[in-house]
C-alpha cells in the first residue's frame, strides 16, 4: 500500500485499541514528518474536524490540538525504529521482541535489505517477504507494508504481478487488496481529489468486490463519492459532503 494509507490503517488501528502497541520502521523520511501526517490522519477519528497537511506542516493550533490528543490516547504505545541505521528483518524483529509491538509498519518495501545484497534483487525482496511473514507467525503480530511498486520491482516478481493486476498471488496471507488511480493515471479533479481503486486480489471466505474511491490529499482521506452521508460520519472530507444530497 502507500505510505498515506498504511497511516491511515496504523492511526486507526492505535486509536480503536487502546491496549495496541506499534513499531513503525523507517527505510527513509524523518520522525517530523510522520508526525505532522499523523495530526493529519488522527484529526478526524479524534473528532476534531480534519486536519490538512498544510496546517500541520505551519503548525496551526487545530494541527497542534490533534497531535496533542493523538498522544494523549497512543502515548507510549507508538515506538519509532532508527531512522539512521539500514532498515532490516533482524533489526524489526529486535524492535518487536523488545517493544511488544503487535503492529508493524514497514516503511518501505524496497529500502528493506537482506545478507543477499548487490545480488539478484526480486529475488532478494521474495526472500525478505517470506521472512517477514514467518517474523508475524512467530511474534502473533500485523504487519503493513508501504511499498512503491514502480520501484526495484519486475514483472516477475511476485510484488510486480500484484501492481500489474496478475491473478497469480501466491501471498501467505487471507485478505489481500491492492490500490492504484482509477483508470491506471493519476488524474485530479477540479475539488482537488483522486480516483482510486481497491482491487480485491484475495478474501477468504467472502465475494471479492473492488473498491472504487476518492483520495482527498489535502486532509489525506478516502472517501466514497456516491454514498449518501450519514450524521456518525461529520468529519468526512468537506470535499466529499459538497457533492451529497
Known sequence: ?????????????????????????????????????????ASGPLGLGLVTRDECEHRKPKARESAKA???????RLHLLNPEAELTIERIE??????GARLVVI?????????DRGKDRVHELDTLMDKLKR????????????????KAVSADSRAGQIGRHSA????????????????GERVESTDGTIGVVWHCKKL????????SLRFDG???TFFAPDVRRHDEFVNSPPSASEKLP
Open 94 to 99: 529486535a524492535g518487536v521482541e523488545s517493544t
Open 1 to 41: 500500500a502507500d505510505v498515506a494509507d498504511v497511516e491511515e490503517l496504523h492511526v486507526g488501528a492505535l486509536l480503536h485499541d487502546r491496549e495496541l502497541k506499534a513499531l513503525w520502521a523507517f527505510g527513509e523520511g524523518a520522525p517530523d514528518e510522520l508526525c505532522d501526517r499523523i495530526a493529519c490522519v
Open 204 to 211: 477468504k471466505g467472502r465475494r471479492k468486490q473492488n473498491l
Open 168 to 183: 497469480a498471488i501466491d501471498y501467505g496471507c487471507y485478505n489481500l487488496f491492492y490500490g492504484d488511480y482509477d483508470g
Open 107 to 115: 516503511d518501505y518495501f524496497q529500502l528493506l535489505y537482506g545478507p
Open 218 to 220: 489535502a486532509t489525506q
Open 70 to 76: 493523538f498522544v494523549d490516547v497512543a502515548d507510549g
Open 135 to 150: 517474523m508475524a507467525i512467530r511474534h502473533k503480530c500485523a504487519v503493513l507494508i508501504a511499498c512503491e511498486v514502480s
